[in-house]
């Protein structure tokens, strides 16, 4: 995660923009609109290697990003997940919650098989970027 979070594309993610203390990444899997991470720029396996400044910094941009992706796609919830055991550097799964989603059900992030064209992609990174860089 260290190498690619700041990459255009890889694998899973497209590069929205680069935010204070971490890189937003629109997921690949849009199977929630919206799915989006937040990872950390330095490296930190876990929260409380970060200094106060760090880790505050850090969950605004969260914050940030969740504000514009409730904006965008009018989730009825979002979930903000710091998982890490696959993948241990700090980052946050900013996870839409949508009307029939069963609030139930345990939480895959990787659930569902939507996936969007490249040029949908590319519109979907750009609406997010200029919701964060313009506001609502
Ligand atoms: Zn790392």
Same mark, same amino acid.
């Given at each position: 995660?260290?190498?690619?979070?700041?990459?255009?594309? @890889? &694998? +899973?993610?497209?590069?929205?923009?680069?935010? !204070?203390?971490?890189?937003?990444?629109?997921?690949?899997?849009?199977?929630?609109?919206?799915?989006?991470? #937040?990872?950390?720029?330095?490296?930190a396996?876990e929260?409380?290697e970060l200094? %106060? %400044?760090?880790?505050?910094?850090? =969950?605004? &941009? #969260?914050? =940030?990003? $969740?504000?514009?992706?409730?904006?965008?796609? *009018? %989730? #009825?919830?979002?979930?903000?997940?710091?998982?890490?055991?696959?993948? %241990?550097?700090?980052?946050?799964?900013?996870?839409?919650?949508?009307? $029939?989603?069963?609030?139930?059900?345990?939480? &895959?992030? @990787?659930?569902?098989?939507? !996936?969007?064209?490249?040029?949908?992609?590319?519109? !979907?990174? *750009?609406?997010?970027? +200029?919701?964060?860089?313009? $506001? *609502?």
């Open positions: 995660m260290c190498a690619s979070a700041h990459l255009p594309t @890889n &694998d +899973d993610s497209d590069l929205v923009l680069e935010l !204070r203390a971490s890189f937003a990444r629109l997921q690949r899997n849009q199977t929630r609109p919206g799915y989006t991470t #937040v990872i950390l720029k330095r490296h396996s929260l409380y200094p %106060p %400044p760090a880790l505050k910094a850090f =969950w605004a &941009d #969260v914050a =940030w990003v $969740g504000a514009a992706v409730a904006d965008l796609f *009018a %989730p #009825v919830k979002l979930d903000n997940l710091v998982l890490g055991h696959q993948v %241990p550097h700090v980052h946050c799964h900013v996870l839409p919650q949508y009307e $029939g989603d069963d609030p139930l059900a345990p939480i &895959d992030v @990787n659930a569902g098989t939507v !996936r969007l064209t490249p040029t949908q992609q590319a519109e !979907r990174v *750009a609406l997010l970027r +200029d919701r964060l860089l313009n $506001g *609502a």
